[in-house]
């Protein structure tokens, strides 16, 4: 069993930036990963960084948002910079283990003037 604990959201506006991080109970040795979900629409894929530090990205974040991990912190981290308002959604961190996918409880980011 892993918990997941995000947090850094919060309300900022456009073209400003937020750091979330997001804390697991244990040593995770998979992929982590990074989901958004606005209101009305899908969990989408945000980020994903391997244990040895491979990234990936959403075309849409790609050159504003940098996903890094700490392993010895057990934490992941996603900064965001050049915000938009499109980039509000509640922000998801998952962690892939060998027996199954877990979920955080998720945090909100608002970008609004």
């Known amino acids: 069993q892993v918990q997941l604990v995000e947090s850094g959201g919060g309300l900022v506006q456009p073209g400003g930036s937020l750091r979330l991080s997001c804390a697991a109970s244990?040593?995770?040795?998979?992929?982590m990963y990074w989901y958004r979900q606005a209101p009305g629409k899908q969990r989408d894929l945000v980020a994903s960084i391997t244990y040895g530090g491979t990234t990936n990205y959403a075309d849409s974040v790609k050159g504003r948002f940098t996903i890094s991990r700490d392993n010895a912190k057990n934490t992941v981290y996603l900064q965001m910079n050049s915000l938009k308002s499109e980039d509000t959604a509640i922000y998801y961190c998952?962690?892939?283990?060998?027996?199954?996918?877990?979920w955080g409880q998720g945090t909100q980011v608002t970008v609004s003037s």
């Open positions: 244990r040593s995770i040795f998979g992929v």
């Open positions: 998952k962690a892939r283990t060998p027996t199954s996918d877990y």
